[in-house]
């Protein structure tokens, strides 16, 4: 069974930094698009980044210039390094993997990010 694993939330004030992984197993890493996507509370689910095997990047433009997506995949980790963080970007951080061709799309469980003001 395929598995994503996030770490790296947790508490910051605003202006700080934090640096979100995401680890995949029983997946062959380099063949899925990655991304990062965020739900706060009463809020629908949104992409934040995602990265495609090709290597296009896309951004909410709410943290563009702030959020940079990137993945290993000899180490089969995706991370988003989140600079100059607002409150509003409070909320439950997700991962996702997703492969179109094969109708395959695969979520982590979450890891929460606090933005104090």
């Known amino acids: 069974q395929v598995q994503l694993v996030e770490s790296g939330g947790g508490l910051v004030q605003s202006g700080g930094s934090l640096r979100l992984s995401c680890v995949a197993s029983r997946i062959i890493f380099n063949i899925y698009n990655m991304g990062w996507y965020r739900q706060a509370p009463g809020k629908q689910r949104e992409l934040v980044a995602s990265?495609?095997?090709?290597?296009?990047?896309n951004y909410a433009d709410s943290v563009k210039g702030r959020f940079t997506i990137s993945r290993d995949n000899a180490k089969n980790t995706v991370y988003l390094q989140m600079n100059s963080l607002k409150p509003e970007d409070t909320a439950v951080y997700y991962c996702?993997?997703?492969?179109?061709?094969?109708?395959?799309?695969?979520w982590g469980q979450g890891t929460q990010v606090t933005v104090s003001s």
């Open positions: 996702r993997a997703d492969k179109p061709s094969l109708g395959q799309t695969f």
């Open positions: 990265r495609t095997t090709g290597g296009t990047i």
